[in-house]
């Protein structure tokens, strides 16, 4: 509850638009904050933000370097947890964050607020008060500063300073294939970098969503936090994998891709929708369900030869290539029969049977291969018999790769582009990219990218209370693996 008294004109308090806070029951004697009146919530700009307890008593801790220009002083705070709530900040972005409640001290007052944990450290102020924290006690003077007592940093020499620690990683890899080559890689490096890795088989888990405290279940026992998901989901169970994603993504883990990027990429007429949003060069494209007017789908591919492409087709399964006009309309006239989503896009013949794979990880081109169709055919997939070498790839292949990672909004992606005469097209965006053929034509360890690029979003780490790396305890091994093929 917020603590609303009646209002005394003389308990009224002034305050500027930058004020001292203290929020003394959780350990923060002294920070800076704007009074942001255009704000409905109270923020924070905390790290390390984790989630504990059971669900009927959640917490959160988080770490918050109080001082902007001394990251080195950091305070570990924990505090129940009394929601979730979506916030759209400042650049426009949603997002989902924990609120704790907690009694903020200025001047003299002293109230309970509702604060909002983000993770936005390159802020100048560590904390926004919102108009929801500010009731007719307060009046709100936008044009000065400091009406209230002026409190200081030097609160914080008389705290012990926690250093942070490399903590193992509990990384959960949701796959249906835990022996395959990539599963096997980035288990092996995780491992070796001394995390534990977990394999969660997608279909095996269910959900409890819950508004504060979601948890996934799995074989009858709630799923301990995962300080990461490297979600690797087949085409045939998207839209549930989606929703076991997004569920470790309420619970706080640091998914590699989230859910919306998946199926951002898996939904081709919404990846293209995005892409050409964001002015990506693509192959022109048509899309169709069930067109009568089927020349004129063709003429808007900038008719034959084109290349039709059913909608749900994988590894160049469903690619087809009318040479002519009239093999186009009869391939068209096939796929409506079905009744199926389909594409028709200009061939880019110049392409001549090859594409570029390039491996995106956390805004890096981190490896690039050219697929070589065999003769006679024009897919390059490796499942069509194509072959694969490392390949060289240009600034302006870099950047779009780069660019189409990030509007889609992946962390991990492959990202398939054509080279056509007027520069590099953008085919297609694979959120579960294999890095079998990639490592093996490149010598290059994608693996251990995955892995570095989890550490580096996870961290800053956070001292456990008794000072010794707390070792998570590897508990789906105790789970056996129902008919996983060798
Ligand atoms: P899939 O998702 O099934 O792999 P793609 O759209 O990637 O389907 O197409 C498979 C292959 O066909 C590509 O790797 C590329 O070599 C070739 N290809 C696809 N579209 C075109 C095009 N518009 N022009 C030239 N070649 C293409």
Same mark, same amino acid.
């Given at each position: 509850?917020?603590?609303?008294?009646?209002?005394?004109?003389?308990?009224?308090?002034?305050?500027?638009?930058?004020?001292?806070?203290?929020?003394?029951?959780?350990?923060?004697?002294?920070?800076?904050?704007?009074?942001?009146?255009?704000?409905?919530?109270?923020?924070?700009?905390?790290?390390?933000?984790?989630?504990?307890?059971?669900?009927?008593?959640?917490?959160?801790?988080?770490?918050?370097?109080?001082?902007?220009?001394?990251?080195?002083?950091?305070?570990?705070?924990?505090?129940?947890?009394?929601?979730?709530?979506?916030?759209?900040?400042?650049?426009?972005?949603?997002?989902?964050?924990?609120?704790?409640?907690?009694?903020?001290?200025?001047?003299?007052?002293?109230?309970?607020?509702?604060?909002?944990?983000?993770?936005?450290?390159?802020?100048?102020?560590?904390?926004?008060?919102?108009?929801?924290?500010?009731?007719?006690?307060?009046?709100?003077?936008?044009?000065?500063?400091?009406?209230?007592?002026?409190?200081?940093?030097?609160?914080?020499?008389?705290?012990?300073?926690?250093?942070?620690?490399?903590?193992?990683?509990?990384?959960?890899?949701?796959?249906?294939?835990?022996?395959?080559?990539?599963?096997?890689?980035?288990?092996?490096?995780?491992?070796?970098?001394?995390?534990?890795?977990?394999?969660?088989?997608?279909?095996?888990?269910?959900?409890?969503?819950?508004?504060?405290?979601?948890?996934?279940?799995?074989?009858?026992?709630?799923?301990?936090?995962?300080?990461?998901?490297?979600?690797?989901?087949?085409?045939?169970?998207?839209?549930?994998?989606?929703? @076991?994603?997004?569920?470790?993504?309420?619970?706080?883990?640091?998914?590699?891709?989230?859910?919306?990027?998946?199926?951002?990429?898996?939904?081709?007429?919404?990846?293209?929708?995005?892409?050409?949003?964001?002015?990506?060069?693509?192959?022109?494209?048509?899309?169709?369900?069930?067109?009568?007017?089927?020349?004129?789908?063709?003429?808007?591919?900038?008719?034959?030869?084109?290349?039709?492409?059913?909608?749900?087709?994988?590894?160049?399964?469903?690619?087809?290539?009318?040479?002519?006009?009239?093999?186009?309309?009869?391939?068209?006239?096939?796929?409506?029969?079905?009744?199926?989503?389909?594409?028709?896009?200009?061939?880019?013949?110049?392409?001549?049977?090859?594409?570029?794979?390039?491996? @995106?990880?956390?805004?890096?081109?981190?490896?690039?291969?050219?697929?070589?169709?065999?003769?006679?055919?024009?897919?390059?997939?490796?499942?069509?018999?194509?072959?694969?070498?490392?390949?060289?790839?240009?600034?302006?292949?870099?950047?779009?790769?780069?660019?189409?990672?990030?509007?889609?909004?992946?962390?991990?992606?492959?990202?398939?582009?054509?080279?056509?005469?007027?520069?590099?097209?953008?085919?297609?965006?694979?959120?579960?990219?294999?890095?079998?053929?990639?490592?093996?034509?490149?010598?290059?360890?994608?693996?251990?990218?995955?892995?570095?690029?989890?550490?580096?979003? @996870?961290?800053?780490?956070?001292?456990?209370?008794?000072?010794?790396?707390?070792?998570?305890?590897?508990?789906?091994?105790?789970?056996?693996?129902?008919?996983?093929?060798?």
């Amino acid at each position: 509850m917020i603590d609303m008294m009646p209002v005394d004109p003389t308990k009224q308090i002034f305050l500027g638009w930058e004020e001292w806070i203290a929020l003394p029951k959780i350990g923060i004697p002294a920070l800076t904050v704007k009074i942001d009146t255009g704000a409905r919530t109270s923020a924070l700009h905390a790290f390390a933000i984790e989630p504990f307890g059971s669900a009927k008593k959640p917490y959160v801790r988080f770490g918050i370097h109080p001082i902007p220009d001394h990251p080195d002083v950091e305070v570990f705070c924990s505090a129940p947890l009394v929601d979730r709530r979506e916030v759209i900040s400042s650049n426009g972005e949603k997002e989902l964050r924990y609120v704790i409640r907690t009694p903020a001290r200025i001047g003299d007052l002293q109230w309970d607020i509702d604060i909002t944990l983000t993770n936005r450290e390159n802020m100048q102020y560590r904390m926004l008060l919102g108009r929801s924290a500010i009731d007719e006690r307060m009046i709100v003077d936008p044009n000065n500063s400091f009406h209230q007592e002026e409190l200081s940093y030097d609160l914080y020499g008389k705290l012990k300073k926690a250093r942070p620690i490399d903590r193992p990683l509990r990384i959960g890899l949701l796959t249906r294939e835990p022996k395959n080559y990539t599963s096997r890689r980035i288990i092996q490096i995780a491992e070796q970098r001394g995390h534990v890795c977990e394999v969660i088989n997608t279909t095996r888990c269910y959900m409890n969503i819950n508004a504060v405290a979601p948890q996934v279940m799995y074989d009858g026992r709630a799923l301990p936090r995962f300080d990461a998901i490297i979600p690797r989901i087949g085409s045939s169970i998207t839209s549930y994998g989606m929703a @076991v994603v997004r569920q470790f993504d309420l619970m706080g883990s640091f998914c590699v891709n989230k859910a919306a990027a998946i199926g951002a990429s898996r939904d081709k007429l919404f990846a293209h929708q995005i892409l050409a949003q964001h002015k990506i060069n693509m192959p022109i494209t048509a899309f169709a369900h069930s067109p009568h007017d089927t020349s004129a789908l063709i003429d808007i591919a900038g008719g034959a030869p084109l290349v039709v492409k059913l909608l749900e087709g994988t590894q160049g399964n469903g690619v087809v290539l009318g040479e002519t006009a009239n093999a186009a309309e009869s391939v068209i006239g096939a796929f409506r029969g079905l009744k199926a989503n389909f594409l028709v896009q200009e061939f880019v013949k110049e392409a001549a049977g090859s594409d570029l794979r390039c491996l @995106v990880i956390g805004g890096r081109v981190v490896a690039s291969m050219k697929r070589q169709a065999r003769d006679g055919e024009f897919r390059a997939n490796v499942h069509q018999g194509g072959d694969v070498v490392a390949a060289k790839i240009t600034r302006a292949e870099r950047l779009i790769a780069l660019k189409a990672a990030k509007v889609i909004g992946l962390g991990v992606a492959g990202v398939d582009i054509l080279r056509s005469n007027s520069g590099p097209k953008v085919l297609e965006i694979n959120s579960s990219p294999g890095i079998q053929g990639i490592e093996r034509a490149t010598g290059a360890d994608v693996a251990t990218k995955i892995v570095e690029y989890i550490e580096k979003n @996870v961290g800053p780490k956070i001292r456990s209370k008794r000072g010794r790396k707390p070792t998570p305890e590897k508990i789906t091994e105790a789970f056996a693996e129902p008919g996983t093929a060798a």
